[in-house]
């Protein structure tokens, strides 16, 4: 069973940068698609970005540009490096490691992330 540690949120002011990392536990980390996704007070979940096992990334409109993904297959942790925030980044941020051939499809615990002056 895969585990997926968040770390890295908190309290930021307008125009400022946090990165993200999400920690894997199990050795197979480089076959999965890595995702993070974020769910604000009363709307749902969406996604903001993601990277395949290939390296390939994805980016919501509203954050390209501003956020980067990233892995690191040896340390199994993938990465959000997240500037210019703008309060409306305010949310709980989830890291998400999915395998579709394999069936599999994991969530972390989420991060807080506030943006707010």
């Given at each position: 069973?895969?585990?997926l ?52 990334t ?60």
């Amino acid at each position: 069973q895969e585990q997926l540690v968040e770390s890295g949120g908190g309290l930021v002011q307008p125009g400022g940068s946090l990165r993200l990392s999400c920690a894997a536990s199990e050795s197979i980390f480089n076959i999965y698609t890595m995702g993070w996704y974020r769910q604000a007070p009363g709307k749902q979940r969406e996604l903001v970005a993601s990277i395949s096992s290939g390296g390939s990334t994805n980016y919501a409109s509203s954050v390209k540009g501003r956020f980067t993904i990233s892995r690191d297959n040896a340390k199994k942790t993938s990465y959000l490096q997240m500037n210019s925030l703008k309060p409306e980044d305010t949310a709980v941020y989830y890291c998400n490691a999915k395998s579709s051939p394999r069936g599999l499809n994991y969530w972390g615990q989420g991060t807080l992330v506030t943006v707010s002056s």
